[in-house]
């Protein structure tokens, strides 16, 4: 195959190694299966625990995550398309609904990154209208210096302390670079202007 360049030779900087994220995943694993057997109330195998995943990006952080969580659970994925590159920030679309009813569940949505907060708003008001019993929220990575919306993120695996853009681990440019193993930002000459 010519004409590719190695994944690697696109990054400028590795913000976030493969055993880092390791590490973090497993660390977040560990945290949310105590927080949620401490406040089971009820028989976890009958009600487990729902993780929703947000497609794309969520997907390798999910596969990791779920593998780190240690009590009875079921998964399901929603899909929402993105506002990028779009005139209005605030308009999210749901592509791909939950397969079933969460009324009474918990519920633990999985998100890449929480920029603006619109998306996760947006899924958020849209879970609260179906009466889950609780709703929770992980994301892999924070970048509240974005913020446009004050969204309730419960457990984070790394906060970004300053406004870069960052891909691989699920996270795309363009669709691309989603495939690495870290995060990291790309270099200037591999980003459209
Ligand atoms: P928000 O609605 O602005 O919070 O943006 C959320 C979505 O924008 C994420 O789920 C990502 O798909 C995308 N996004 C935001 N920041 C980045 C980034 O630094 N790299 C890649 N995707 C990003």
Redesign the pocket.
């Known amino acids: 195959m010519e004409g590719f360049n190695a994944m690697s030779q696109v990054i400028g900087k590795v913000l976030y190694s493969a055993e880092e994220i390791a590490r973090r995943v497993k660390e977040l694993g560990a945290t949310i299966s105590q927080d949620y057997r401490a406040g089971a109330g009820r028989d976890p195998h009958r009600r487990p625990l729902l993780v929703v995943g ?1 497609l794309k ?1 969520a997907l390798p952080f999910m596969a990791d995550l779920i593998r780190a969580i240690d009590i009875p659970m079921e998964y399901d994925f929603m899909a929402v398309s ?1 506002y ?1 590159g779009r005139t209005s920030p605030g308009e999210v679309r749901i592509l791909k609904d939950l397969d079933s009813p969460v009324g009474s569940r918990d519920l633990l949505i999985v ?10 708003d947006h899924i958020l008001r849209r879970l609260k209208a179906r009466e889950p019993a609780s709703l929770r929220v992980c994301t892999l990575l924070d ?1 509240p210096a974005r913020r446009q919306l004050d969204v309730p993120v419960d457990y984070v695996g790394f906060t970004l302390k300053e406004n ?4 691989g681990y699920g ?3 363009a669709e691309l670079y989603r495939n690495l193993p870290y995060i990291g930002v790309l270099k200037p000459e591999y980003v459209r202007r």
């Open positions: 947000l990006g993105s990028r998100e890449d990154i929480v920029d603006t907060g619109h998306t996760l970048k870069l853009f960052v891909v996270l795309d440019y």
